[in-house]
């Protein structure tokens, strides 16, 4: 249990809800597993918030005005996220569950949320993490990354990524000798932000000069790919 919220520590998530009070109940509660916790008040809302922050989970209400749950996640999968997603409501149909489990949601919470409910959904997060990608990647006997840690260890020291290039990274290593294209990127690292070429180039000479120059190779006009 310790290890799970040690490494919870270093994520962020994104709370998605239209009633004051049980948002604020609900935050209360993430703010002792998260890092960083964002929220919003409806789709709309999330969306802006989504954009801004690159959260690692988000959680959303599912009857909203404006913009529902179900609405949320797919304007998100559209954006390309990779952000664990989590449904919570007070409604237990099979057809609503049908629908999330279509839409390509991890986890369905039923209200009222308690911290049992949380933590075992947060437990499933990072054991998803863990599928996707080790905690720890390997990219030589001396050269490792640590991607909760935002950082590299390199001849058994420590050196410090900062978000952006713990993010680029993070993409890269997911599909090793795949390009992932400057859109992609653009999504996932950027976010709201606007991306030039010159930006993303400043963060990859950046991260070449930490972790050498032969694992981040770029592909004309395409984007970048790890070795």
């Not at 999968?77 to 007070?90: H, M, P, Q, W, Y």
């Not at 001849?155 to 400057?182: A, R, V, W």
């Not at 993303?200 to 395409?222: A, F, M």
């Amino acid at each position: 249990m310790t290890d799970i919220i040690s490494r919870l520590k270093s994520k962020t998530i994104l709370l998605v809800e239209d009633e004051k009070v049980i948002r604020e109940n609900i935050a209360s509660m993430l703010k002792f597993f998260f890092k960083e916790v964002y929220i919003a008040n409806d789709g709309y809302d999330g969306i802006e918030k989504y954009e801004n922050y690159l959260p690692d989970i988000v959680m959303t209400d599912l009857k909203m005005p404006n913009m529902g749950g179900f609405e949320l996640i797919t304007e998100l999968k559209n954006r390309k996220s990779t952000s664990f997603t989590i449904i919570v409501s007070a409604h237990t149909d099979t057809d609503l569950l049908i629908n999330a489990i279509h839409n390509g949601v991890d986890r369905y919470i039923v209200k009222p949320v308690i911290e049992d409910d949380l933590f075992d959904t947060f437990k499933a997060f990072l054991e998803k993490l863990d599928n996707v990608m080790p905690q720890i990647i390997k990219l030589s006997e001396n050269l490792f990354i640590d991607i909760d840690k935002s950082e590299i260890i390199l001849d058994e020291k420590s050196i410090h990524l900062n978000k952006k290039e713990n993010m680029l990274l993070k993409l890269l290593c997911k599909d090793l000798n795949k390009t992932i294209s400057y859109e992609e990127i653009e999504y996932q690292v950027w976010g709201s932000e606007s991306m030039s070429l010159s930006a993303i180039r400043s963060v990859v000479r950046d991260l070449r000069k930490k972790i050498g120059q032969e694992y981040i190779s770029n592909v004309s006009g395409v984007g970048y790919r790890m070795k």
